[in-house]
Nanobody, 123 residues
Framework: QVRLVESGGGLVQAGGSLRLLCFGS????????VGWFRQAPGKEREFVAT????????DYTDNVKGRFTTSRDNTRSIAYLQMNSLRPEDTAVYLC????????????????WGQGTQVTVSS
């Protein structure tokens, strides 16, 4: 069973950047696709980005394309979400999730979830 822990969230002004980390353990994250999702207060959880086990195949929701980049270091069992040009509407709890091999934008297809990290973007 994969245990996921996110970090890197915080408070940032609009236009700023943050880098989220998702560390996987027991076993390594190297065989798992990683998805990033977010949930704002009073809203449903929504897909942000995903990448396959290799990091070569990625997908993003339209409103983060060109601003967010997901990547991974399988030697360290870490996935990253680099977030640039942040907007107030990006404010949410960000969660990473894992499933074997191929990524997905459907949260129902993920088997393991982290607890989330808060991202707050001030205007």
């Amino acid at each position: 069973q994969v245990r996921l822990v996110e970090s890197g969230g915080g408070l940032v002004q609009a236009g700023g950047s943050l880098r989220l980390l998702c560390f996987g353990s027991g076993p390594s994250l190297s065989s798992y696709a990683v998805g990033w999702f977010r949930q704002a207060p009073g809203k449903e959880r929504e897909f942000v980005a995903t990448m396959d086990w290799s990091g070569r195949v990625t997908d993003y929701t339209d409103n983060v394309k060109g601003r967010f980049t997901t990547s991974r270091d399988n030697t360290r069992s870490i996935a990253y979400l680099q977030m640039n040009s942040l907007r107030p509407e990006d404010t949410a709890v960000y969660l990473c999730a894992a499933r074997l091999f191929s990524g997905s934008s459907d949260d129902q297809e993920y088997d393991y979830w982290g607890q989330g990290t808060q991202v707050t973007v001030s205007s």
